[in-house]
């Protein structure tokens, strides 16, 4: 079955960086691009960007443009986020999710991770 | 760019219908795809392509998409679907995933 695990949670100091890993299992992995989403506390879901597993492409939401990277490691199935310059503003769960492929208005997210908790203090 | 909007509650009392809706100028042309987040837990897709349900989800969950307006149906409400709700579609001009604000939905 498709699992997507990510690694546990972090506690980063304001101005550092994180690096959240989601291992992916159950289907091959460069068949869908992976991408994270963040949930801050009480709030929505915001998404942050996209690669591709097959290319190692990119996208990121203009919020974050700049201070955000997206890696794959195909060896072991995993995706990595980086997310640099912390702020308290940047307290969430961060979420893996698994895009169906299939392009267009048909990207969607049929499997997500179990999130990652990233709390950043002063 | 596209803004979902979505009504931040909806109660209902069980074995009621829900229906939670989405909106955007022209939603209709596009696909709208729905997710389900109970307390504590990563979110589920309940409803994609509109209309379609992934396997697994009962067939209380439906979706419309016309006009202005996508809408979430659930019927015949349990205490078990009291949840957020997030309605989602994928901007292909930006090829950026667009989220609504998301609907807490109560049974009372």
């Known amino acids: 079955q498709v699992q997507l695990v990510q690694s546990g949670p972090e506690v980063k100091k304001s101005g550092t960086s994180m690096k959240v890993s989601c291992k992916a299992s159950?289907?091959?992995?460069?068949?869908?691009?992976i991408n994270w989403v963040r949930q801050a506390p009480g709030q929505g879901l915001e998404w942050m960007g996209w690669?591709?597993?097959?290319?190692?492409?990119?996208k990121f939401a203009q919020n974050f443009q700049g201070r955000v990277t997206m890696t794959t490691d195909t060896s072991t199935s995993t995706v990595f986020l980086e997310l640099r310059s912390l702020t308290s503003d940047d307290t969430a769960l961060y979420y893996c999710?698994?895009?169906?492929?299939?392009?267009?208005?048909?990207?969607?997210?049929?499997?997500w991770g179990q999130g990652t908790q990233v709390t950043v203090s002063s | 760019s596209y803004v979902l909007t979505q009504p931040p509650s909806v109660s209902v009392a069980p074995g009621q219908t829900a229906r939670i809706t989405c909106g955007e100028n022209?939603?209709?042309?596009?696909?709208v795809h729905w997710y389900q987040q109970r307390p504590g837990q990563a979110p589920v897709l309940v409803v994609y392509?509109?209309?379609d349900r992934p396997s697994g989800i009962p067939e209380r969950f439906s979706g419309s998409n016309s006009g202005n307006t996508a809408t979430l149906t659930i019927s015949r409400v349990e205490a078990g679907d009291e949840a957020d709700y997030y309605c989602?579609?994928?901007?292909?001009?930006?090829?950026?995933?667009?989220f609504g604000g998301g609907t807490k939905v109560t049974v009372l």
């Open positions: 159950g289907y091959t992995f460069r068949s869908n691009g």
């Open positions: 392509d509109d209309t």
């Open positions: 989602q579609v994928w901007d292909s001009a930006s090829d950026h995933a667009i």
């Open positions: 999710a698994r895009e169906t492929g299939l392009g267009g208005d048909l990207e969607y997210f049929d499997y």
């Open positions: 022209n939603i209709g042309s596009k696909s």
């Open positions: 690669i591709s597993t097959y290319s190692g492409n990119t």
